[in-house]
């Protein structure tokens, strides 16, 4: 899994079947720390992710076709969660930019 925010949104008219009524973002992948390792996928959200949020992106085939249920759909990266904070060295809590807006 990798830690990554979203950058944007990607709409197609015409796109293969299990695409349809999911969205495709623009994730740029981050350190665990969420400073940016300035890699960009396109990952099919499966949990309703916006621009801006930090999110955890599996990718690996078999899983996607678990998680999609389907038999070898044509994507390998899917957003399967939304980070609140990650808890690293000693207790020290990093923060995701969605705790700015509460």
């Known amino acids: 899994m990798k830690i990554g925010c979203v950058r944007a949104t990607v709409t197609a008219t015409i796109k293969h ?7 495709l973002m623009v994730v740029e992948l981050c350190n665990p720390d969420f400073t940016p390792t300035g890699a960009e996928i396109l990952a099919v959200d ?17 899983s996607a076709a678990a998680i999609l249920g389907t038999k070898n759909p044509p994507l390998q990266e899917l957003i399967v969660g939304i980070i609140d904070s990650v808890s690293m060295h000693a207790g020290v809590t990093v923060p995701s930019q969605n705790d700015s807006d509460t």
Request: net charge negative.
């Open 46 to 62: 499966t949990v309703q992710a916006g621009i801006g949020d930090y999110v955890l992106v599996l990718k690996e085939g078999n």
């Open 17 to 23: 079947p299990v695409y349809e009524a999911r969205s």
